[in-house]
């Protein structure tokens, strides 16, 4: 499975953007699509999941009422809206797949993409 993010960019506090991941390849067996994040001198976190046949979805409290996680099942896409964006949101955004059950965990994501920066002005 091969994964490529596009949207990412610089955008003032309060402000919104709207990231998108391609997938190809073998995704037949993809169960769950989900977006994480790392800055810089940090671990890479979970940020937000879906799950694929279903279209249920996990939120990480810190951006739980601000971002939304959606996908297009014929394009073989997820996407991730982020509005009213805080400083704090600055990071490198990755895609990520998973053909396992426990699709909440960051563990059982095998399949990343390059990532795109997000930085957010206060």
């Known amino acids: 499975v091969q994964l490529v993010e596009s949207g990412g960019g610089l955008v003032q506090a309060g402000g919104s953007l709207r990231l998108s991941c391609a997938a190809s390849?073998?995704?037949?067996?993809?169960?769950?699509m989900g977006w994480f994040r790392q800055a810089p001198g940090k671990e890479r976190d979970f940020v937000a999941a879906i799950h694929w046949s279903t279209g249920s979805t996990y939120y990480a409290d810190s951006v739980k009422g601000r971002f939304t996680i959606s996908r297009d099942n014929f394009k073989n896409s997820v996407s991730l809206q982020m509005n009213s964006l805080k400083p704090e949101d600055t990071a490198v955004y990755y895609c990520?797949?998973?053909?396992?059950?426990?699709?909440?965990?960051?563990?059982?994501?095998?399949?990343w993409g390059q990532g795109t920066q997000v930085t957010v002005s206060s």
């Open positions: 390849g073998r995704t037949f067996s993809t169960n769950a």
């Open positions: 990520a797949a998973t053909n396992s059950l426990n699709w909440i965990s960051i563990a059982e994501y095998d399949y």
